[in-house]
């Protein structure tokens, strides 16, 4: 497990950065819960809405309008950002991962080891994957107390808990999608310089992709190329359940994107 | 045995030359110097034996085992100190010398203490804090920490100080004695005369020669001498090797028996004669300075 302790050492910096960050975001936004669930805040927000076009209302995710003074309904807004953001980690430390020791020459030290390139690659992508996973928990556990902190009266909590479990879920299979093309672009690319503008590409391409298929009806098909769109907030806690389609695309695109990753980084030569 | 063992190796990036058939062979137990301008092909072939690369054709073997196949195998008894050391900024020296261990499921003992003060490293300062030389001497001492069977160095002395560079040559010959084939990559002659047996010279992709670099076995003498009489033709007739001519001034290597130039010679009027052992630098300059070898 020596090059998953590298990889950990390198990524854990970061990552609690981005936790930390994040955790304060989504405390902060539900902080903001009280004020917006008054009843003239609650007018003002539905006359607002109201007044933008449908098709805004479609790329933002706000079609069906959502009554904010709910606390399940504002916090699937707010989270739909953090899903956004989570996609963006999950890509660039996915396209970071294998070329970075490339580009900055550390492969000539970690590959001059009884290392097998297979192992390389598992051990980095176990070690995301595990990274992520604890962002993603603390993440959780800063949402469900903010939620617990703020929970107007005569909502259960604990009947929340099945419905934020539901939109972690999906922040997982979203995230875990982008990280494995992240992987994918990883071992095809020859410096990390060029890896975090393709992730961030990769986020936003297809996350307009999605937006697209919600404005134009010849175009809905592009929902399937849009993961940040599998895991939609607010309708991941209407249904209670992820989209059976998008959990088989995602399955489906994280195997081959992680397959083509072995593929291709067994059988390139470094740049060294 | 055999340590290193290449056949017909060739790499080639596209419409780049890399190397072409390099026959390699260095025993076990070997020094081993490997000379050629940059961009000869030395740390390509280096990399193909490491496994960086994939070779176009031919085959590598260290230990007798296949440089694709056994990369993993090979390495558990095969170091490496690169040319140009970029380990990991944010790890101390003892920290790459541990990772090392581990990787080689070994543990920190009196020889990493040793070598630390062998080289004088600061073990607890990060890599990113070490100047050139001392990041140097970091891979040096992470190679040699796992007591590998073979360590192949890429430029070993670039960036050390004299005084480190006979620390370098000292604990070389001491782990060569004990067993330890050394392959190293160097652009300085003097170096490379010194520590190697023999040495393979690469230009332009291609191995053109290995020589023996034992003073017993070192064949040829350089002549310098002067004689207006004298001409290319008896001299080539004699089988000697032009270096250069300058007006009366010749300039030339002979690998024959002696008493054949100093018989030709003898037929004339020599003005000046000196007579020396052909170095390393004389063969390095007549290959890739006269042509030789293309």
Known sequence: ?272 | MRAIATQNLTKTYGKHRGISQVDLEVQEGERYGFIGPNGAGKSTTIKLLLGFLFPTAGTARIFGKDCVKSSDTIKRVTAYVPSEVRYYRNLTARQIMKTALNFHKMRWDSLADELIDQFAIEADKKMEEFSLGNKKKVAIAAALVTCPGLLILDEPTSGLDPLMQKTLFDVLQKRNETGMTVFMSSHNLAEVEQFCQKAAFIKEGKLIEVAKLSHQEREGKIFSVACPELTREALEGCGAQIISQEESAWRFVYRGEMSGILGLLSHYNIQDLTVRNIDLEDKFLSYYESGEGK
């Open chain 1, 1 to 272: 497990m020596n090059v998953f302790k590298l990889e950990f050492r390198n990524g854990r910096k970061s990552i609690l950065i981005w936790t930390l960050i994040m955790a304060v975001v989504v405390a902060v936004f539900m902080c903001v819960f009280p004020s917006m669930s008054g009843e003239g805040m609650s007018q003002l927000m539905d006359g607002a809405l109201s007044a933008m076009p449908q098709e805004m209302l479609e790329a933002f995710n706000l079609a069906d309008i959502p009554d904010f003074s709910q606390i399940d309904q504002y916090f699937a807004y707010v989270f739909q950002y953090v899903l956004l953001a989570s996609a963006i980690l999950a890509a660039v430390m996915g396209a970071t991962s294998l070329v970075r020791e490339e580009s900055e020459g550390t492969i000539e030290f970690l590959y001059a080891q009884p290392v097998t390139r297979t192992a390389i690659v598992t051990q980095k992508m176990f070690c995301n994957v595990l990274l992520f996973l604890l962002y993603a928990v603390v993440v959780a556990l800063a949402s469900v107390g903010s939620i617990y902190l703020f929970l107007p009266e005569g909502v259960d909590f604990m009947e929340m808990l099945p419905r934020v479990g539901v939109v972690f879920a999906g922040l997982l299979l979203t995230c875990f999608t982008f990280m494995a093309f992240g992987f994918f672009a990883s071992s095809l690319l020859r410096s990390h310089r060029t890896a975090t503008p393709l992730a961030l590409a990769a986020v936003f391409l297809t996350y307009f992709a999605g937006i697209a298929s919600k404005l134009v009806e010849r175009l809905s098909w592009l929902w399937y190329c849009s993961p940040v769109h599998y895991s939609t907030p607010a309708t991941l806690i209407a249904d209670g359940a992820i989209d059976i389609r998008a959990g088989i695309i995602a399955g489906c695109a994280i195997f081959l994107f992680v397959s083509l990753s072995y593929i291709w980084y067994l059988n390139k030569d470094f740049k060294v």
